[in-house]
């Protein structure tokens, strides 16, 4: 396969930025500290990965299934792409630090008291999931190919956007994971 085009390079740099962030927030800590939560209305470190890993194991199926279409019927382009107004607008209300809150719909929403050996190493192999994803649309039309967005009803958007925001919106969880674990109350190891 030839070399990831400009914007899908940037995006494989995203996911591996995402991977590494994901394990140092996590460096070091017992089972206590990952559950913990600042107050009853925050996700402690393992909620906020955990969700990562339910949103990135939806996509990743669904972006197979996708990407395998968009390649049968033979929607290449070789670019460059550009983000849409929509496009950006997603993205600004989607970086870290939070502009806006959203409410993670129901089946996206993670549930408490998580075991660090189950949710990290699921993060990590999900993260390598996504980046063979941006590797298998190389060469796609990234602003032709449509995505349905899960738990949003018939939207769909362009690969290109569905692939960012995922990047984006794991820069968000991340970040609010580091959150907790910078809070002035969190607790020692042990």
């Known amino acids: 396969m030839s070399a990831l085009n400009s914007e899908l390079a940037e995006l494989d740099r995203q996911i591996a930025a995402a991977k590494a962030d994901g394990a140092s927030v996590v460096s070091g800590l017992d089972t206590k500290q990952f559950n913990w939560r600042p107050d009853p209305n925050t996700w402690s470190i393992a909620e906020c990965l955990l969700h990562l890993n339910i949103v990135a194991d939806r996509y990743v199926h669904l972006l197979e299934n996708t990407l395998a279409d968009a390649r049968a019927q033979g929607r290449t382009a070789p670019g460059p792409f550009r983000f849409g107004m929509l496009d950006r607008w997603i993205l600004e209300n989607t970086e870290p630090p939070p502009k806006r809150k959203f409410k993670a719909p129901r089946s996206y929403k993670p549930t408490d008291?998580?075991?660090?050996?189950?949710?990290?190493?699921?993060?990590?192999?999900?993260?390598?999931?996504?980046?063979?994803?941006?590797?298998?649309a190389n060469g796609l039309d990234l602003k032709a190919v449509k995505v349905p967005t899960p738990?949003?009803?018939?939207?769909?958007?362009?690969?290109?956007?569905?692939?960012?925001?995922i990047a984006s919106h794991q820069r968000r969880h991340l970040w609010q994971a580091r959150q907790v674990r910078n809070h002035a109350a969190f607790p020692r190891a042990g």
């Open 151 to 165: 738990g949003f009803g018939p939207v769909k958007l362009n690969l290109y956007i569905t692939l960012a925001w």
């Open 113 to 136: 008291d998580q075991p660090l050996t189950a949710v990290l190493p699921t993060f990590l192999h999900l993260q390598d999931q996504l980046a063979e994803r941006i590797v298998q």
